[in-house]
């Protein structure tokens, strides 16, 4: 099983509706994702709070069906 | 916090060493390439670590990840504290954050 980018963009975007996300395809294999994620709701979050988000956006998903997520969280400049 | 007897191995192996990271493999030899990237970093910084290869222990495989509510291994502690897995680590490296963090845990750190 592994997860398409579409529906990691969907589920992120469900969890976080101002996120800009910018999902890269790592191996072709549906497994091994790069993500980049923008959102306001990471203001005053830690880096490992951020992740989690994205994490808990996934509704398990991480780790399991989705082997690798390089993730990389940030506010917007603004 | 909840009794799951595997959290206290865990706690046990967080306090009493600096730092440890769960990883997959060994620091010698990392069985999976975001483990690595990681020891590479301390390695690099020529930081002392504990390596715990949850490959090893399937209680610890799954534990370590409920314990830090964090769904990924390897999973890296200074001082008891979760620091994160690969991608901050690497993060926190490339922006000269790592050392300044080690620092102030009272850890020395030297470029190889």
């Not at chain 1, 529906?7 to 072709?28: C, F, H, N, S, T």
């Not at chain 1, 549906?30 to 989690?52: I, L, N, P």
């Amino acid at each position: 099983m592994a997860m398409i980018a579409s529906d990691i963009e969907r589920l992120i975007k469900e969890a976080l509706p101002d996120a800009l996300v910018d999902i890269r395809d790592l191996a072709g294999d549906g497994d091994h994702y790069a993500a980049s994620v923008v959102s306001v709701a990471f203001k005053g979050k830690t880096r490992v709070q951020q992740h989690q988000m994205v994490y808990n956006a996934l509704k398990g998903g991480m780790g399991n069906e989705l082997h690798a997520l390089a993730l990389q969280t940030s506010v917007p400049e603004n | 916090m909840s009794d799951n007897p595997v959290f206290d191995r865990i706690r046990e192996e967080v306090e009493n060493n600096d730092v440890v990271l769960f990883m997959k493999g060994t620091p010698v030899f990392p069985q999976c390439g975001f483990s690595n990237a990681v020891v590479q970093v301390l390695t690099y910084l020529n930081v002392p670590f504990k390596g715990v290869n949850v490959l090893e222990d399937a209680d610890i495989r799954q534990g370590i990840k409920d314990f830090s509510d964090w769904p990924t291994i390897p999973q890296l502690y200074v001082k008891g504290e979760f620091v994160g897995g690969c991608d901050i680590v690497r993060e926190m490296f490339e922006q000269g954050e790592l050392r300044e963090f080690l620092a102030q845990k009272g850890i020395e750190t030297e470029a190889a």
